[in-house]
């Protein structure tokens, strides 16, 4: 399967091709490094888990903002990378990394395809919380993201639920990988 993904060079290329700025590029290349470190780390805990699948996900992740910067810019991602002719598997990795994810029911809020988007494989989790954990280009701690989501979302939402079960998951996974990560 990873002979058709991208390399990360090529990955690049295309955020700058389809009009990513400076900015999110290097969002993207942090996010993908701190994903990479979270996947090797799984890897030493003995799970099976495609550090080259979740590299280029977590490169392309956001490669919908190149077009807007709200929610949408997942699923407008993943027409990009249909269009691009992407692996299926990025394609989820971009759709399924807002958030903690969306259930159908939101999505047909938003005005998505009715269908989930939350993450499911190991690949789409991994990279949708190492996003959890970068703001901007820089390490953040998991609390500062549930704090700007309660006051942008409103404390209730379940997009917040969603991302301290994520943060839940791999710290029982592999520990919180947060109080070890250096801010950048």
């Known amino acids: 399967m990873n002979e058709h993904l991208p390399s990360p060079r090529a990955a690049l290329k295309l955020l ?11 969002h993207c290349k942090a996010v993908a490094g701190l994903a990479v470190r979270i996947a090797k780390t799984c890897k030493e805990k003995g799970l099976n888990v495609d550090t080259q ?8 992740h956001d490669i919908g903002r ?16 249909r269009s691009l002719g992407l692996p299926e598997p990025i394609v989820s990795i971009i759709e399924r990394h807002v958030g903690g994810g969306l259930t159908a029911k939101e ?9 989930s988007y939350l993450p499911e494989t190991l690949e789409e989790k991994i990279v949708n919380y ?19 989501l309660s006051k942008e979302l409103g404390e209730t939402h379940s997009s917040i639920k969603r991302v301290k ?9 592999i520990g919180d ?5 250096h801010t950048a």
């Open 53 to 60: 699948l979740i590299q280029i996900g977590a490169l392309l």
């Open 16 to 26: 700058f091709e389809t009009g990513c700025s400076t900015r999110v590029v290097e």
């Open 107 to 115: 999505a047909k809020e938003l005005g998505w395809p009715a269908k």
């Open 165 to 173: 079960k994520l943060h839940e998951e791999f710290s029982c996974l």
């Open 130 to 148: 190492a996003d959890k954990l970068i703001e901007g280009s820089r390490t953040v701690p998991i609390k500062r993201t549930i704090r700007k």
């Open 66 to 81: 190149s077009k807007t910067h709200s929610v949408d810019h997942a699923i407008i991602g993943a027409e990009i990378a």
């Open 177 to 181: 990988f947060n109080a070890h990560s």
